[in-house]
C-alpha cells in the first residue's frame, strides 16, 4: 500500500469525524507562531506553506473566482482555513505520539526527505519565499513531520483489517426494475404514496414479475416498466437498502429475484455477475484502509485528549487568500511521495 493513499485516507477520517479537542485561543504566541502543543510550537511560515497549496489546488480546480462562495453560511476560504489549521494540529499531535513511543527517522527516511525538499523548494520564485516567509528548512520539517506520521501510522495498524474475507467484501453487478412508492426529498426522506395507489403500482409490478418469469430479456423489462433511468447497479455490502442488498446478495449469476419490498418501492432484481473479482478485491483493499484508520482513531484521539492546544487566532484570521493570489506554489505533497515511492 502506496503511503500517500494511507495518509490521505487518515486525514480523510480524522477531518469528517472531527478533532474531538477544544482548543484553546491565545494572544500568548509570537507572530511567527501559529500553535503550541504541550509546550512545543508550530511555525506559522509551515501552516501558510501546506495553506497556499490547498489554495492553489481549489484554484486550478475551480478557478480563482471561489473565496466568497458560501456553503451553510460558511465561505469556502474559511472552510480551506479550518480543514488545514486541524491538518497541522493532527500531525503534529501524530507526531508527537511517535516520538513519545521511540520512534525515528532513519538515515534513508531523512535522504529521501531532504531531497523532496530541495527539489520542491528549488521550484518557488524568490519572490514567493519571501511572500510566504518560508525556507527550505520549512519544506523539510513539514516533509519530517508527513514522514514520521506514516511510518508511526504503519506501525500501528499493520495487523488491522487481515481478517476481511472475499465474502465480506464480494462486490456484484445487478440489473434492477424499480416500481416508485413515494417521493423522496433531498435528504433522502421517502413520503410514501397513499396506500390504494400503493397497492395498485404492487399489482403492476407483480404483473411484470410474472412476464420476467416467463422469460424474455431483461433489460427491455427494465428500459419499459422501471421508474429509474439507470437500472444497473455494481455495489458491497453496505451501501444499499438492506432488503434490496439482502435480496440481490442470495442470487447468483442470471437468477432473477422475487418482488423485494424496499423503502422507497417494490424491485426485482436480476443478479449479472455475482462475483466481480477486481471489484471485490479493490473493495477489500478499501475496507481494510477503513479498518486501519478507525483503529487508529482509537488510541489517537485518547492521547489528543490529555494535550494542550493553544492557537494564535488572533493571527490566523488576518490571513486571507486574497494576500497570496500572486503565489502559484503547488504539488507539495506530489513531490514528497514522488521521492519516498
Excluded at 80 to 97: A, C
Excluded at 108 to 122: C, L, N, P, V
Excluded at 235 to 264: H, I, K, P, Y
Excluded at 266 to 287: A, R
Aim: aromatic share 10%.
Amino acid at each position: 500500500m502506496k503511503r500517500k493513499q494511507v495518509m490521505i485516507l487518515f486525514m480523510t477520517v480524522l477531518l469528517l469525524t472531527g478533532c474531538g479537542k477544544d482548543i484553546k485561543l491565545t494572544t500568548g504566541l509570537a507572530k511567527n507562531e501559529i500553535f503550541k502543543i504541550q509546550g512545543e510550537t508550530e511555525e506559522l511560515a509551515e501552516m501558510t506553506l501546506v495553506l497556499v497549496n490547498e489554495k492553489n489546488s481549489y484554484e486550478n480546480s475551480l478557478g480563482q473566482d471561489i473565496w466568497n462562495r458560501t456553503f451553510d453560511g460558511i465561505s469556502l476560504e474559511d472552510e480551506i482555513k479550518e480543514k488545514v489549521k486541524k491538518q497541522l494540529i493532527e500531525l503534529f499531535v501524530i507526531n508527537q505520539m511517535a516520538k513519545k513511543d521511540g520512534m525515528t527517522l532513519s538515515d534513508g527516511d531523512k535522504e529521501q526527505i531532504a531531497q523532496a525538499a530541495d527539489t520542491y523548494f528549488a521550484q518557488i520564485p524568490d519572490e514567493e519565499q519571501k511572500k510566504l516567509g518560508i525556507t527550505r528548512d520549512t519544506v523539510y520539517h513539514f516533509y519530517e513531520k508527513l514522514c514520521l506520521t506514516d511510518l508511526y501510522y504503519e506501525k500501528k495498524t499493520k495487523d488491522e483489517g487481515q481478517e476481511i474475507s472475499d465474502e465480506d467484501a464480494r462486490v456484484i453487478k445487478v440489473m434492477y426494475i424499480y416500481f416508485k412508492t413515494g417521493e423522496k426529498d433531498i435528504y433522502g426522506n421517502v413520503s410514501p404514496y397513499e396506500e390504494s395507489k400503493v397497492a395498485a403500482i404492487k399489482e403492476k409490478a407483480l404483473g411484470v414479475l410474472d412476464q420476467v418469469n416467463q422469460g424474455g430479456d431483461f433489460q427491455s423489462f427494465a428500459a419499459e416498466y422501471s421508474d429509474s433511468s439507470e437500472y444497473q447497479s455494481v455495489f458491497g455490502r453496505g451501501t444499499m437498502q438492506e432488503s434490496f442488498e439482502e435480496a440481490a446478495f442470495s442470487l447468483t449469476s442470471g437468477q432473477n429475484s422475487g418482488l423485494v419490498e424496499a423503502e422507497d418501492g417494490y424491485y426485482i432484481i436480476k443478479c449479472i455477475n455475482d462475483y466481480l473479482e477486481k471489484e471485490t478485491e479493490e473493495n477489500k483493499v478499501s475496507m481494510r484502509k477503513k479498518h486501519k484508520a478507525e483503529a487508529f482513531l482509537k488510541i489517537y484521539r485518547p492521547f489528543l485528549e490529555n494535550q494542550d492546544v493553544e492557537f494564535n487566532n488572533k493571527v490566523w484570521d488576518k490571513i486571507s487568500m486574497e494576500e497570496y493570489q500572486d503565489c502559484s506554489t503547488d504539488r507539495l505533497y506530489e513531490v514528497y511521495y514522488a521521492c519516498k515511492i
